[in-house]
């Protein structure tokens, strides 16, 4: 199979399932997108994104709609072969070998899941077991979160700063007035989030640039506008654009944050948000990989990245590592001041909260509510964020099943292997400088 022919391959396997889920590339806001992040390699988009018929199924939610036009699926189908694209991306990964070839690999196993999830949606085949879900894009066997010694590290330090402590539920009661005692005003998230971008950019020209090859420190790493979005389903969307173009027609590296503007946040866990969104967390990786795409140095799946893939995983555990990337430590305990690690604690409790909700609705079928409690009382998070993750997530027939516990999963793998390896050696293979990796292949390039 020509690299021509097996790209056009992974644009009409990936746009597809996309396409088959509600999701448009090309809509600007996160409301729109799904499991295609983004188009940034001026390809026209395939005939899977073209057709009328994509039109239409995207317009009324595709297979995620509470419930799915199975016509307008079934007259997608029928023009576009999804199912046969994915097979081709499956076999030229065999054919390809190497790095690339178990990253495609990867993607194609990951794409089977969300067609057959898709076609469960429709009664167009049997219940896809969760077990292989959590496996195929995790690579590893479902398991419950074990959130004791980060909730016990949380209650030290809050009765160090001067909370008293009884029991669980004074300890929730001490979190919530920690939060609400260093609230981000909702109508200053932009100002706020600008000061920290500038920040954690200069914190990783610091502690990451260094690391990387010298062609990388010219790109852009943090190019992004905050917005605030009323009534989002998900706390907040990085929308990755990559479009603009210099006059010499390089990339500009353009993203947006969108933000829920009900979200409850601290000033802390903002800090560690913008890591993980900006700099030197997605925008930062996404840059990065639109710059080794731009000059030849990386195949044509790093222009189409994904969430639910083997890819986003590390992109989360990248992310949620960020925070100690830009500092150049690697514990939390490390970082340079203690109301910061509560609140980086806080924010890995939340993701060890997604595993947990996505265990208890999928493998113990527990109600939403008790899920909801469950996440409030042994993770410490929100109200609304036990809400958004019991409900909209947790029960999403797709991510429910598959991309809640990819943060848990991405997240530990990254903090390991940055314990194991020198920066000089871990951060390069990270942000793809050895060839573009994901969950299951970056230890090849270590």
């Given at each position: 199979?020509?690299?021509?022919?097996?790209d056009?391959?992974?644009?009409?396997a990936?746009?597809?399932?996309?396409?088959?889920w509600g999701g448009?590339?090309?809509n600007?806001?996160?409301?729109g997108?799904?499991?295609?992040?983004?188009?940034?390699s001026?390809?026209?988009l395939?005939?899977?994104?073209?057709?009328?018929?994509a039109?239409?199924?995207?317009a009324?939610?595709?297979?995620?709609?509470?419930?799915?036009?199975?016509?307008a699926?079934?007259?997608?189908?029928?023009?576009?072969?999804v199912?046969?694209?994915?097979?081709?991306?499956?076999?030229?990964a065999l054919?390809?070998g190497?790095?690339?070839?178990a990253?495609?690999?990867?993607?194609?196993l990951c794409?089977?899941v969300?067609?057959?999830?898709?076609?469960e949606?429709?009664?167009?085949?049997g219940?896809?077991?969760?077990?292989?879900?959590?496996?195929?894009?995790?690579?590893?066997?479902?398991?419950?979160s074990?959130p004791?010694?980060?909730r016990?590290?949380?209650?030290?330090?809050?009765?160090?700063?001067?909370?008293?402590l009884?029991?669980?539920r004074?300890?929730?009661a001490?979190?919530?007035?920690?939060?609400?005692?260093?609230?981000?005003?909702?109508k200053s998230?932009?100002?706020?989030?600008?000061?920290f971008?500038?920040?954690?950019?200069?914190?990783?020209?610091?502690?990451l640039?260094?690391?990387?090859?010298p062609?990388?420190?010219?790109?852009?790493r943090?190019?992004v506008?905050f917005?605030?979005?009323?009534?989002?389903?998900?706390?907040?969307?990085?929308?990755y654009?990559?479009h603009?173009?210099?006059?010499?027609?390089?990339?500009e590296?353009?993203?947006?944050?969108?933000?829920?503007a009900a979200?409850?946040i601290s000033?802390p866990?903002?800090?560690?948000?913008?890591?993980?969104e900006v700099?030197p967390?997605?925008?930062?990786?996404f840059?990065y990989l639109?710059?080794l795409?731009?000059?030849?140095l990386a195949?044509f799946?790093a222009?189409?990245?994904?969430m639910?893939?083997?890819?986003?995983?590390?992109?989360?555990?990248?992310?949620?590592?960020?925070?100690?990337?830009a500092?150049?430590?690697?514990?939390?305990?490390?970082l340079p001041?203690?109301d910061?690690e509560?609140?980086?604690?806080?924010?890995l409790?939340?993701?060890?909260?997604k595993n947990?909700?996505?265990?208890?609705?999928?493998?113990?079928?527990m109600?939403?509510?008790?899920?909801?409690?469950?996440?409030?009382?042994?993770?410490?998070?929100?109200?609304?964020r036990?809400?958004?993750?019991?409900?909209?997530?947790g029960?999403?027939?797709l991510?429910?099943?598959?991309?809640?516990p990819?943060?848990?999963t991405g997240?530990?793998?990254?903090?390991?292997?940055?314990?194991?390896?020198?920066?000089?050696?871990?951060?390069?293979?990270?942000?793809?400088?050895?060839?573009?990796?994901?969950?299951?292949?970056?230890?090849?390039v270590?």
């Open positions: 199979m020509t690299s021509t022919v097996l056009a391959a992974i644009a009409q990936l746009i597809g399932i996309d396409t088959l448009d590339v090309m600007p806001s996160g409301v997108r799904f499991i295609a992040d983004c188009w940034f001026d390809e026209p395939p005939q899977a994104y073209k057709h009328p018929a039109e239409a199924l995207r009324n939610g595709g297979v995620g709609a509470k419930v799915p036009d199975r016509a699926v079934g007259a997608y189908l029928e023009a576009v072969d199912r046969g694209a994915i097979a081709r991306v499956l076999d030229g054919a390809e190497g790095l690339r070839g990253y495609l690999e990867g993607l194609a794409c089977e969300m067609w057959d999830l898709a076609m949606r429709v009664e167009e085949g219940e896809v077991p969760y077990e292989r879900c959590v496996r195929t894009i995790t690579g590893r066997e479902p398991e419950p074990q004791e010694a980060k016990e590290r949380v209650a030290e330090l809050l009765v160090a700063a001067g909370h008293p009884r029991d669980r004074s300890l929730l001490a979190v919530d007035a920690w939060r609400a005692a260093r609230r981000v005003p909702s998230i932009a100002a706020v989030g600008d000061a971008v500038a920040y954690y950019d200069a914190l990783a020209a610091k502690n640039v260094p690391c990387l090859p062609e990388l420190a010219r790109v852009p943090a190019n506008r917005l605030a979005i009323e009534n989002a389903w998900f706390s907040g969307s990085m929308n654009l990559g603009a173009r210099r006059p010499d027609g390089s990339p590296y353009e993203a947006t944050y969108e933000l829920n979200l409850e000033v866990e903002f800090q560690q948000l913008v890591s993980h700099v967390g997605h925008v930062t990786t840059a639109q710059d795409f731009a000059r030849g195949g799946e222009s189409v990245l994904t639910n893939t083997r890819a986003s995983v590390l992109f989360e555990g990248i992310a949620n590592n960020a925070i100690l990337i500092h150049g430590v690697t514990e939390p305990e490390e001041d203690r910061l509560i609140g980086v604690l806080l924010a409790l939340q993701d060890d909260a947990q909700a996505s265990f208890l609705t999928w493998r113990d079928r109600p939403q509510a008790q899920v909801a409690a469950t996440l409030r009382d042994e993770f410490l998070v929100t109200h609304e036990a809400d958004k993750l019991s409900g909209a997530w029960r999403h027939p991510l429910g099943r598959m991309y809640l990819a943060y848990r997240t530990e793998l990254v903090a390991e292997l940055r314990r194991r390896h020198p920066p000089e050696a871990i951060l390069p293979a990270l942000y793809g400088a050895r060839g573009v990796v994901d969950a299951t292949t970056l230890p090849r270590l």
